[in-house]
């Protein structure tokens, strides 16, 4: 597992995401990170090993999640 910086938001490890998307469908994130704030989000991502891939999903509106779950922090 690659460090993570310490965020003050919340970051949950194999957070299923059908209760995240509109349709309601959808397997686990690898990881989800919902940060308190603008200035969370920057300290975070700064902090992220650029290899790791992440997936910005935003309010879900938009987003079919598969059954699988995404990859990414």
Same mark, same amino acid.
Request: proline residues 11%; glycine residues 14%; aromatic residues 8%.
């Given at each position: ?31 989800l ?8 989000? !920057? ?8 290899? !790791? ?21």
């Amino acid at each position: 597992m690659t460090d993570m910086p310490t965020p003050r938001g919340a970051l949950t490890a194999d957070r299923p995401l059908s209760d995240l998307t509109w349709l309601r469908v959808g397997g686990p994130a690898d990881w989800l990170f919902q940060p308190a704030d603008c200035a969370d989000l !920057v300290a975070f991502l700064g902090g992220l090993d650029p290899s !790791v891939p992440v997936f910005p999903i935003g309010v879900g509106s938009n987003l079919i999640v598969r059954d699988g779950g995404i990859r990414g922090w």
